[in-house]
């Protein structure tokens, strides 16, 4: 049979059949706080304000045009300026820490963020509401069904303990605002992938937070290592233009997220300017940060010339392992990575070239992130190892259908405390002649 083509060069494409592995997600928070549905000035509004049952569940937001649009910001606002009923003024400002977070954290460099809302306002959020319900995607249990997300916070946590009330609010009530801390590092410790950014309670000064601290969970715990406790409280100028005293959490998560973009996410998210806040609520002297920095808060610090910034970088874990944030989430990233792009090995024939393929597939990207800086080591094999043969896929561990690669890194570490050694040279005796 004659040939169809005309002469000339034709080119055919073949997949290489080489597997890669590509980074996962690294700077997407979710946050949950208050929202309330009022009745939209134009019904046929671009984008349309979302109804109260679309607010219940993770809602993805992309910039904070979008956040004031969809959870009506403007008309909140204008309600909140023009009533004088002193319930329903408390009720419409506990609307505003979940939108000062949204706010700060694409001030901050924020690209992409997901908000769980809670529709009554006016009274407090129990436990089981803020773990909330998996096959309703509500709470804490349906940013389950968002893989992507690897941060948390709840700016409105410490108005959740409690009902709207116009008399002198009691003592704040710790042990409540604890109980909820507990179910977010719950969810952060099972997801793996994702850490909660924390906020002490407001009006704390720094022994009251060192105290704090030392009745979260133990430092000792698996939680502890998916934990960030950030001091203290900002001002900021106000969506609404009203200035008000707000938790850092939303601001602090624009801060990772900028810096993973600017540098990676092994660079400790510190020593970074907090764009959109006036000041701090509390000026921390040395001796103080050193006492808070030693219980795993993360400060935030004024100075000379240089104005608000990041000055921590810790989880609140005392092992070794998982002091650093910048390490826990550089585990947890390639964890995820590695876990998402290998799913192609599913049901495939479990032999020396699987085990082959993924050793190839792990090696390239761990090298990859090696010459990026994020791993220790004049060469690759000083940053990381990857086993994946017969050493560890035994006959039995085959029979059971399992396949097993055994991968170390070597992590950088941030230089936390950087020591300088002065020596005065004195001036050599003059030579007589």
Not at 120 to 132: E, H, I, R
Not at 227 to 246: F, H, K, Q, S
């Amino acid at each position: 049979m004659p040939d169809p083509n005309p002469p000339g060069v034709f080119v055919k494409e073949l997949p290489s059949g080489v597997r890669t592995i590509t980074g996962a997600s690294t700077s997407v928070p979710a946050f949950l706080g208050y929202t309330k549905v009022l009745p939209a000035d134009d019904p046929n509004a671009t984008p349309a304000p979302f109804d109260e049952a679309a607010r219940k569940v993770p809602q993805q937001i992309g910039s904070w045009r979008e956040f004031a649009a969809r959870y009506g910001m403007e008309k909140i606002a204008k309600e909140l300026a023009g009533t004088s009923d002193p319930a329903a003024a408390l009720t419409l400002e506990r609307c505003f820490p979940l939108a000062e977070a949204v706010y700060g954290f694409f001030a901050n460099g924020g690209r992409t963020c997901y908000v769980v809302g809670f529709t009554s306002p006016a009274s407090a959020v129990s436990v089981q509401d803020l773990t909330g319900n998996v096959d309703d995607r509500t709470g804490l249990a349906g940013l389950e069904t968002v893989p992507e997300v690897t941060m948390v916070a709840v700016p409105s946590l410490w108005d959740m303990t409690a009902d709207v009330t116009v008399d002198d609010a009691p003592p704040l009530d710790q042990d409540e605002g604890i109980s909820r801390m507990d179910e977010v590092l719950k969810h952060c410790t099972q997801q793996r992938n994702r850490l909660a950014i924390l906020d002490p309670p407001p009006d704390l000064s720094a022994g009251d937070v060192k105290t704090f601290a030392g009745n979260l969970a133990s430092p000792d715990t698996d939680d502890a290592a998916f934990t960030t406790l950030y001091y203290p409280w900002i001002t900021v100028p106000g969506v609404d233009a009203n200035e008000r005293t707000m938790p850092p959490c939303g601001h602090i998560a624009g801060v990772w997220a900028r810096t993973d973009a600017e540098r990676g996410i092994f660079k400790a998210p510190a020593n970074q300017n907090l764009r959109g806040a006036l000041t701090l609520e509390t000026l921390l002297t040395d001796d103080e940060h050193g006492e808070l920095n030693a219980k795993g808060v993360n400060c935030l610090r004024v100075f000379p010339d240089r104005g608000l910034l990041v000055w921590g970088a810790r989880t609140r874990s005392t092992s070794r392992d998982w002091r650093y944030l910048n390490v826990r989430r550089l585990v947890s990233y390639l964890s995820d990575s590695i876990r998402q792009s290998s799913t192609w090995a599913v049901f495939e024939p479990n032999d020396e070239r699987l085990w082959a393929s993924l050793r190839h597939a792990v090696a390239s990207f761990l090298t990859d992130q090696w010459r990026q800086g994020a791993l220790v080591g004049h060469k690759p094999d000083e940053a990381f190892y990857v086993i994946c043969d017969d050493t560890n896929n035994k006959p039995d561990t085959m029979d059971d259908g399992k396949v097993i690669c055994d991968i170390g890194v070597a992590p950088v570490r941030p230089a936390e405390f950087v020591h300088f050694t002065i020596t005065q040279i004195a001036g050599q005796p003059g030579q007589s002649s």
